[in-house]
Structures are given as C-alpha cells and as structure tokens.
C-alpha cells in the first residue's frame, strides 16, 4: 500500500527532518504514528499525501508516486489534518461538491455515520463547534471509501463520550483493502484501536512492531521496588511502587501500556528493540 524508500526531507536547506526514511505499510492495518513534538509525524503524513515533496528518495501508494498527485491515486487517499478550514456551506452541499472525486463513496455510511455523530446535513459548517467539525471531517472521511486514510490528531477536540464512539465507527466500518495511519500524541485514546505502533524520532523510524510482537517480547508490570538482579528495560515511578518494561523471557500474558512503551522506546531505543532479538 505504502512504501517509502531512501527518504529524505527538510523544510530549508539547512534543516534535515529525514535522511533515507524507509518505510512499508500493508493493507488492514490501523497503523499508530507516535512520536515526540516536532519529530516530523504531521510532515510524513503530508509527504504520503503528496503535499509537500521530499529532495531525494520516494513515496509510492499503491505504486503511484505521492507527488505526481494523479486523479487514480487522490480518489483512493483521505487526509484528515489536525488544522483545517471549511467553507461556509451546508453539510449537504460540501457533501454534493466532493464526494464525486472518490468513485466508492458510501453514501449510506455517510447517513449512518452523520446519526451516529448527531449531525444535521442541513447545518452549516462555519457555525458547527470545534468538535463537531471534527465529527463531520471524519464521517466524510471514513464513506470516501479510500483505501488509505491519513488522520493527524483526529480525536482532538472531542469529549470523552465522543472518542468511545470515535474508536467505535473506526473498527465497524474499515475493510481489509483498507489502510489507516493515525498521528495521535493522545495515545490512552486510541490504544485499543491502533496496531501495529510505530515510533519516529529524529527524523528516523525507531520502533515498529505489532501487539502481538509487543505482548510476546515485553512485559508490563508494577512492582513494589526495583530489585538490583532484576533490572527492567525502563520503568517510571508510580502510585506505591514503578511500572515497568521487563523483557518476557517466561511468556506472561500482560496488559500493554502504550504511553509507558512509548517512553521506554525514547528513552531506551536499544534496550526495547533488543529485546525483540532474544
């Protein structure tokens, strides 16, 4: 579906954000993009949508090259930024104006996900409140039917009630021809949804693995003190004890904590990925 080779990119000439980038993403994945502020998550995304173009090396999806931006490869591509205007218009005519530029859309998604997100067609969207922008972006997203979908930060600005019912749309109503790349800094929102992780820092991919791989070579457990012969990969203080990274050398079966993986691999890259190798 996606595949980036030898990438590299800078928003100046001085700058370097990626130096040969490699990447590959495969259909029927909910791929999580995690990574510190700055460490080029939005960017790549924009690279993959062909918005902003990389100096040397390439992004292909589905064997069409990003930047050329063909009519066969943006009806079969949806962005959703973080940041975005929409025109002062009813729902039903943004809707009317660009659902014809992707050959599979649903509109009958369209209507059950609109109910679902307790949207009015007839509402205008200037006048919609933050989150409820939010709510439209993604319904319109989701019935394009696009084989990939690129959302960055999609459940900002929306309450508690509403990312339930955002994980909720998101595994009803994607296929297996479908790919979907979320950049998210909320990772407790989204940590039953994503897989596999994917961890960029410094302009380099430094962790990507899938749950199973995750839940299989690392172990996620509070412990009460940190024993000299029982060293963990990282661990954090917490609430009567630490919680640690362990390698799972005795195959326990443990609840993966996303946010505590994802400092691990910032703080201890080599550590995490060597345990993967034992």
């Given at each position: 579906?996606?595949?980036?080779?030898?990438?590299?990119?800078?928003?100046?000439?001085?700058?370097?954000?990626?130096?040969?980038?490699?990447?590959?993403?495969?259909?029927?994945?909910?791929?999580?993009?995690?990574?510190?502020?700055?460490?080029?998550?939005?960017?790549?995304?924009?690279?993959?949508?062909?918005?902003?173009?990389?100096?040397e090396g390439v992004s292909k999806v589905a064997g069409f090259e990003s930047r050329n931006r063909v009519p066969e490869y943006l009806e079969d591509i949806c962005f959703i930024?973080?940041?975005?205007?929409?025109?002062?218009?009813?729902?039903?005519?943004?809707?009317?104006?660009?659902?014809?530029?992707?050959?599979?859309?649903?509109?009958?998604?369209?209507?059950?996900?609109?109910?679902?997100?307790?949207?009015?067609?007839?509402?205008?969207?200037?006048?919609?409140?933050?989150?409820?922008?939010?709510?439209?972006?993604?319904?319109?997203?989701?019935?394009?039917?696009?084989?990939?979908?690129?959302?960055?930060?999609?459940?900002?600005?929306?309450?508690?009630?509403?990312?339930?019912?955002?994980?909720?749309?998101?595994?009803?109503?994607?296929?297996?021809?479908?790919?979907?790349?979320?950049?998210?800094?909320?990772?407790?929102?989204?940590?039953?949804?994503?897989?596999?992780?994917?961890?960029?820092?410094?302009?380099?991919?430094?962790?990507?693995?899938?749950?199973?791989?995750?839940?299989?070579s690392l172990a996620f457990e509070t412990v009460e003190e940190i024993k000299e012969n029982v060293q963990p990969i990282y661990f954090e203080e917490a609430l009567g004890g630490?919680?640690?990274?362990?390698?799972?050398?005795?195959?326990?079966?443990?609840?993966?904590?996303?946010?505590?993986?994802?400092?691990?691999?910032?703080?201890?890259?080599?550590?995490?990925?060597?345990?993967?190798?034992?």
């Amino acid at each position: 579906m996606v595949n980036i080779e030898n990438l590299s990119f800078g928003y100046t000439r001085k700058q370097s954000l990626f130096n040969q980038l490699m990447l590959a993403l495969e259909p029927g994945h909910i791929y999580g993009l995690l990574g510190r502020n700055g460490a080029g998550k939005t960017t790549l995304l924009k690279v993959i949508a062909g918005l902003v173009f990389p100096r040397e090396g390439v992004s292909k999806v589905a064997g069409f090259e990003s930047r050329n931006r063909v009519p066969e490869y943006l009806e079969d591509i949806c962005f959703i930024p973080e940041e975005y205007h929409l025109p002062s218009i009813r729902i039903s005519r943004y809707v009317s104006l660009n659902a014809p530029f992707y050959k599979r859309f649903d509109h009958e998604k369209l209507s059950w996900l609109m109910k679902e997100f307790q949207l009015n067609p007839e509402h205008k969207l200037h006048q919609l409140s933050f989150g409820q922008k939010k709510k439209f972006l993604l319904a319109f997203g989701l019935s394009t039917s696009a084989r990939l979908m690129l959302m960055d930060e999609p459940t900002n600005g929306l309450d508690i009630p509403s990312k339930s019912q955002f994980r909720r749309v998101i595994a009803a109503s994607l296929t297996e021809e479908q790919s979907v790349v979320i950049s998210t800094h909320q990772v407790r929102d989204l940590e039953t949804l994503i897989d596999p992780i994917i961890i960029i820092d410094e302009g380099k991919i430094i962790f990507q693995k899938s749950l199973a791989e995750i839940s299989n070579s690392l172990a996620f457990e509070t412990v009460e003190e940190i024993k000299e012969n029982v060293q963990p990969i990282y661990f954090e203080e917490a609430l009567g004890g630490y919680t640690t990274i362990m390698p799972n050398t005795k195959g326990k079966d443990t609840k993966m904590d996303l946010e505590l993986l994802f400092n691990g691999v910032i703080a201890n890259t080599k550590g995490i990925n060597q345990a993967f190798k034992s």
